[in-house]
């Protein structure tokens, strides 16, 4: 059984990886799907995260494509 996890901790866990470069700049994230079943949380919580992460600039959506690490100076 997967482990659930609280929007802000999954907001954490995503700005670790890109930062770390495991999700390098471009890269493409998991569907919503497969990361709410990676975290444990409903496809609305990783909603959240995307959305409040592109907020930040961390990430991009592209309509019908996905969500992307965003390209970094």
């Given at each position: 059984m997967p ?71």
């Amino acid at each position: 059984m997967p482990v659930r996890y609280d929007y802000r901790a999954i907001m954490e866990d995503i700005q670790g990886k890109v930062a770390r470069s495991e999700w390098p700049a471009g890269f493409k994230l998991p569907t919503p799907r497969e990361l709410a079943a990676q975290y444990g949380v409903s496809a609305a919580t990783i909603r959240k995260v995307t959305d409040n992460l592109q907020l930040l600039g961390v990430l991009e959506g592209h309509q019908g494509v996905g969500v992307f690490v965003t390209e970094r100076d």
